[in-house]
């Protein structure tokens, strides 16, 4: 075979490799599957228990609401309490979220759980401010001299365009249970650590 012929192959054959390998360097890096990025939410609501009113014995408290800056749809409220210590033990509506609708209602007062989830009409507003989100009513047993009511964790507040709860912090209740007297106002509150 000729020189030249040889020298023509070697230099195909090197022009070949080299552009393979220029095209190989120019294919898109693998991509690392990206995460969604974390919604950044500003969680300043706050839920307590207000002055409770006794009436025939029955304690009458409302479950406070304060939104701070979100812009609240809804509260899904999971309160436990002695079953030992209270009877009669029913919740209701507040008069919070403008044209509401209750979503659950259960009070099992065989293991001292309280249930209640309430928001906004679809076509409502979302609501800002302070209020009552629900009036939460029992009857102490006799002989019981002190009632506590507490948020559990699943506790939690919904916002407008926010798919996490944006429940800052919430305030337990402790009653002192007073001798039976007309309608009478007490306070409760006791700092819940969340």
């Given amino acids: 075979m000729p020189r030249k012929t040889l020298l023509l192959i070697l230099f195909l054959i090197a022009v070949t ?3 393979v390998l220029l095209s190989v360097s120019q294919q898109k890096p693998e991509t690392e ?3 969604p990025a974390k919604e950044i939410v500003n969680a300043d609501s706050t839920l307590s228990f207000g002055e409770a009113v006794i009436e025939n014995g029955s304690y009458f408290t409302p479950v406070l609401i304060d939104s701070g800056t ?7 409220l999971e309160l436990i309490f002695d079953p030992n210590e ?10 919070y979220f403008k044209n509401q609708i209750v ?5 099992n007062e065989k293991t001292g759980r309280i249930t209640f989830a309430v928001g906004v009409q679809p076509e409502e507003s979302p609501s800002m401010g302070s209020g009552t989100v629900a009036v939460v009513a029992f009857t102490p047993k006799p002989g019981v001299d002190k009632v506590n009511i507490k948020f559990m964790d699943k506790t939690q507040v919904a916002a407008k365009d926010i798919r996490i ?3 800052k912090a919430a305030t337990d ?4 249970i ?8 007490i306070k409760s509150s006791t700092p819940s650590a969340e």
């Fill in 17 to 19: 490799i080299g552009l």
């Fill in 33 to 35: 599957p990206q995460t």
């Fill in 70 to 76: 979100n812009k609240l749809t809804g509260a899904q």
């Fill in 86 to 95: 209270v009877t009669n033990v029913k919740i209701e509506e507040g008069n």
């Fill in 103 to 107: 979503l659950l209602n259960d009070v």
């Fill in 165 to 167: 709860t944006v429940l």
């Fill in 173 to 176: 209740a402790k009653f002192a």
């Fill in 178 to 185: 007073e001798a039976q007297q007309p309608a009478t106002t």
